[in-house]
């Protein structure tokens, strides 16, 4: 069964940095892209940043480009975000999904994404 | 970077098709045939419910389908019921980026 367990969220000040972990298990890791989407509170879904399987190409969205850096580890089957100077905006649900089979980066998420992990930047 | 364009809302009674449309541009939505759609209940991970414009997951209900002309793909749900009441979103393929909608809410009266 695939299964992706996103970890690493919490309170933050602005300005401070977290990173952002999901554990992947179920599939042969390194043959998939994947993706991280944000969703504000009571907002739409936002892609932040994605990665090719053997992590050669990394995209990231306008409002993180600089501050969000998106690594895996296909050994440990993990995927992370290490996001810094962080800003109010950057509050919101991140999730990490799984591109499609045979797809590049940018494709949009298929079938499997992860339940989320609650960033909130306050003072 | 901009998102594609979904009405805010629709609304339905049971047993009726309703259509969400979503616009873009011959850069992104309209140069490719990678398409998604997304059903959000609240509080729940996004579900994949149509990919490559009008494919279906396996186990995705035959009431859902996609379909695309030009610059604006379109999901519709025919045979509303009361569990489609959801947020509805849009996604495609931008060469170096990957545009989402800016979600639409359905109700169902």
């Known amino acids: 069964e695939v299964q992706l367990v996103e970890s690493g969220g919490g309170l933050v000040k602005p300005g401070g940095s977290l990173r952002l972990s999901c554990a992947a298990s179920?599939?042969?890791?390194?043959?998939?892209?994947l993706t991280w989407v944000r969703q504000a509170p009571g907002k739409g879904l936002e892609w932040v940043s994605s990665i090719s399987g053997s992590s050669t190409h990394k995209y990231y969205a306008d409002s993180v480009k600089g501050r969000f850096t998106i690594s895996r580890d296909n050994a440990k089957n993990s995927l992370f975000l290490q996001m810094n100077s962080l800003r109010a905006d950057d509050t919101a649900v991140y999730y990490c999904?799984?591109?499609?089979?045979?797809?590049?980066?940018?494709?949009?998420?298929?079938?499997?994404w992860g339940q989320g992990t609650l960033v909130t930047v306050s003072a | 970077q901009s998102a594609l364009t979904q009405p805010a809302s629709v609304s339905g009674s049971p047993g009726q098709s309703i259509t969400i449309s979503c616009t873009g541009t011959s850069s992104d939505l309209g140069g490719y045939n990678y398409v998604s759609w997304y059903q959000q209940h609240p509080g729940k991970a996004p579900k994949l419910i149509i990919y490559?414009?009008?494919d279906r997951p396996s186990g995705v209900s035959h009431r859902f389908s996609g379909s695309k002309s030009t610059n604006t793909a379109s999901l519709t749900i025919s045979g509303l019921q009361a569990e489609d009441e959801a947020d509805y979103y849009c996604a495609s393929y931008a060469s170096s980026s990957i545009l989402f909608g800016g979600g639409t809410k359905l109700t169902v009266l």
């Open positions: 490559a414009v009008s």
């Open positions: 999904a799984r591109a499609p089979p045979d797809t590049t980066a940018t494709t949009p998420p298929g079938g499997y």
């Open positions: 179920g599939f042969s890791f390194s043959d998939y892209a």
